[in-house]
């Protein structure tokens, strides 16, 4: 005959409490390793814009960034940055340097392609296409979001290579030559992968794709 064993009321509370740490415990490892789990993804063909010719969609691990064109003050820029969305060449390109809370940059077309990294080299790489002339504005307030062209220490020197900023920053004003802003998914940006080591990131984040807004016709 089998004896029931009933547990004492102490027994129950230490299982209950074992249940729930382990329920916590694989709740907080999920979360942990889907950095994207609480990102609001925004779908551009939901969203009505003033000028939907002017509207860049930058789709990345957790989503897309929606940028607004400034042609207005840089139409070299941002020719330029519609070119090479024309070419697809920002497709599958790291974000190779990675300020954490401060600023995110990518476009190396040369060195920066997923398949083809060079740790060496990137941030050096250029587009084919060659440099234009800075567009710096000094009446342009760089603000959380601003997208601007990356150069070297000289003026005169933006190829293909951008940066997006990730708070408010004053110093950049009438040095850098701005060609838009983040309307939407500023958060999907605070998501890529940083290094606390270095400005550069080994095996970083990589855009998936950078295309024009194209409305869908029903």
Do not use: W
Request: proline share 3%.
């Amino acid at each position: 005959m089998i004896k029931k064993i009933r547990a004492s009321l102490h027994e129950k509370l230490i299982l209950t409490f074992l249940v729930l740490l382990g329920i916590f415990a694989l709740s907080f490892t999920i979360i942990i390793k889907n950095k994207c789990l609480f990102v609001k993804n925004f779908d551009p063909q939901k969203i009505k814009f003033k000028k939907p010719n002017n509207i860049v969609v930058l789709n990345a691990e957790c989503g897309n960034v929606i940028i607004e064109l400034y042609p207005q003050i840089s139409p070299n820029g941002v020719e330029r940055f519609k070119k090479l969305i024309s070419l697809k060449a920002y497709d599958n390109l790291a974000f190779h340097r990675v300020i954490k809370d401060k600023l995110i940059q990518a476009g190396d077309i040369e060195f920066g392609k997923k398949d083809q990294l060079d740790y060496g080299k990137i941030g050096t790489g250029k587009s084919g296409l060659g440099t234009i002339k800075s567009e710096v504005d000094t009446e342009f307030n760089f603000k959380k979001g601003t997208v601007g062209l990356a150069r070297t220490l000289k003026y005169d020197t933006e190829d293909s290579q951008f940066f997006i900023i990730l708070e408010d920053e004053p110093l950049f004003e009438g040095e850098y030559t701005p060609i838009g802003k983040v309307i939407y998914g500023i958060k999907v940006l605070e998501k890529i992968k940083y290094s606390r080591r270095s400005e550069y990131v080994l095996r970083p984040d990589f855009i998936n794709t950078i295309r024009m807004l194209k409305y869908e016709i029903n």
